[in-house]
DNA sequence: TGCGCATATTCGCGTTATCGAATATAATCA
DNA sequence: TGATTATATTCGATAACGCGAATATGCGCA
């Protein structure tokens, strides 16, 4: 087993490793949004989005503010849309590879 | 399920999300290394290594040289370097948050 | 050719993730 | 208070991940 350092930062990595979480984060790139206004944007289960919030929550990636009924969420910090900037250009620096990936996601996504 | 360009990304996140292969890119910024040396580096099962290294091949975030009898790894793009040192500023900007969060995976990786 | 070293792959199994359905909580409002 | 809305949590099933043990591949050298 690695050091805590290396479980810790893998853990934030985890976190966006999944393209609903990659999508929420997207989304509250312009600023905050109800839990709701999340859901209905993606248009994916209310619980299944519940859970995937709990996630970026624990790993401390947004932070919610509670106002009467709804719960509002937002990015805790931008350095993750920083990342995710860079990631961009990973992906155009490496587009053919990347494409030919993609491809191969594709085909896995429709043999399920 | 979310588009193909969110799933691309979160492929590479995960790629990221394991506390050994954290480790074995931090091993290889400073140049190549051979599978061999990694393993030394480490301290892990050979074949455990070689798991992890054909997950970072498969999403093309390492390169692989064959010379002779052994196998040299490397870095593919300098920015998943970036990438690291950002979240080392991302750590240190949410110091007292995560310190609280290594607790609790400590804590957790004493349970089990 | 046949042996030995470095690395990769396969297999079986335990653990963790993910999902939808159901249920719980908490706030508002009639 | 009771109903309604918004969000969170729990549960059970399935899928994906991670590991070590065993085995395979591929290269160099006697």
Redesign the pocket.
């Known amino acids: 087993?690695q050091g805590v350092l290396q479980t810790y930062k893998a853990s934030v990595f985890?976190a966006l490793?999944?393209p609903?979480r990659i999508a929420i984060i997207e989304a509250l790139r312009e600023g905050e949004l109800?839990?709701?206004?999340i859901?209905e944007k993606l248009s994916?289960?209310?619980?299944?989005?519940?859970?995937?919030?709990?996630?970026l929550r624990s790993r401390q990636l947004v932070t919610?503010r509670?106002e009467?009924?709804?719960?509002?969420y937002s990015l805790r910090n931008p350095v993750l849309t920083e990342v995710l900037d860079i990631m961009r250009r990973y992906f155009q620096a490496h587009l053919a590879d990347s494409i030919q990936m993609l491809g191969e996601i594709e085909a896995e996504q429709k043999t399920?």
């Open positions: 087993m985890q490793g999944h609903t109800s839990a709701g206004a859901q994916i289960e209310q619980a299944n989005l519940s859970q995937h919030l709990a996630i919610n509670k009467g009924n709804q719960v509002f399920r």
